[in-house]
Structure formats: C-alpha cells, structure tokens
C-alpha cells in the first residue's frame, strides 16, 4: 500500500489465498505437509490416490504446504478436501477436524487424516496400524464420493 489516508492505523498484509489455478473444475483438493520440490512424498501420494481410483493429475489439486505456513484457503469450487495432518488453524480456520472422520462444512466434505509422513514411515514397518486405518478411510470417503 504506497498511499495510507489514515496514517494513525497500522496497515496489514493479508495472507495470500491458496486456490486452484492450474484447472477448473478439480473439485477434489489434496493438501499435505512437505516441499513442493521433494517428490518422495507426493510419489507416495499420488499412489495413494490412484488406489482410491482418483487419477492424481486430472481429479485433483494437490498442494504441498511448507511447514509453520499460515494463508488462507478460497473455498471456491472445492468440494472434496483431503487434509494430511496441516492444522485448519494454520489456514485461519476456526475449527477442528476431528481425524479419520468425514466432516461437511457448507458444500465442501472435509477428511483429517495423520501427516503424510506417518504413514510413509510405515512402509517398511511389519505393522502398518495406521496405513490400514487410512486405507479403510479412504475407501469408504471415495466410495461415498462417487454415489
């Protein structure tokens, strides 16, 4: 802001909206913890998407959040969201999603699930309590979705 008429307020930058730019109609949003530039996690999740039957590139908007990042989310066209572990406070949400439940807030359907990296974690683990846990949520979201 290069002009400020009311001098004696203090001036605020907003947080920048996070919104799906690279297609519309990409109802499903897919936001993780990471690196946009570390493909480990998003290789991994994209395999959990297309064992959902979701094709990751056409479906979905995924978004790696860096971690500590505040912003805010434009709810515009979002009808599906699925969280990995990033606190809807960070987004200045003033909610709690509880985990591993289907939540509907206006005509998005939200789904808290752990972090990404807990369940990539596990893949070499003889007990995959939480991988499971999150396959039988998922399938039942996704089966959800397409009726």
């Known amino acids: 802001m290069k002009y400020n008429p009311f001098k004696t307020l203090p ?3 907003l947080p920048a909206a996070i919104e799906c730019s690279q297609k519309t109609g990409c109802f499903t949003w897919v936001i993780y913890e990471g ?3 570390d493909d480990t996690l998003k290789k991994f999740l994209f395999k959990i998407l297309k064992a959902t039957g979701l094709d990751p590139e056409k479906d979905c908007f995924v978004k790696a959040i860096p971690k500590g990042t505040k912003g805010k989310i434009a ?3 979002m009808r599906y969201l699925l969280n990995f572990g990033i606190n809807p406070e960070q987004f200045g949400w003033k909610l709690k999603l509880p985990l591993y439940r289907s939540v509907t807030l206006g005509n998005c359907q939200m789904l808290q699930v752990e972090k990404l990296a807990v369940y990539y974690q596990e893949i070499n683990s ?3 309590v939480k ?3 999150l396959w039988e949520v998922l399938k039942n979201h996704f ?3 397409s009726n």
């Open 11 to 13: 001036q605020y930058q």
């Open 131 to 133: 991988s499971a846990h």
């Open 126 to 128: 003889k007990s995959r």
């Open 35 to 37: 690196e946009e530039a």
């Open 75 to 77: 709810f515009r066209g």
């Open 143 to 145: 089966n959800e979705k």
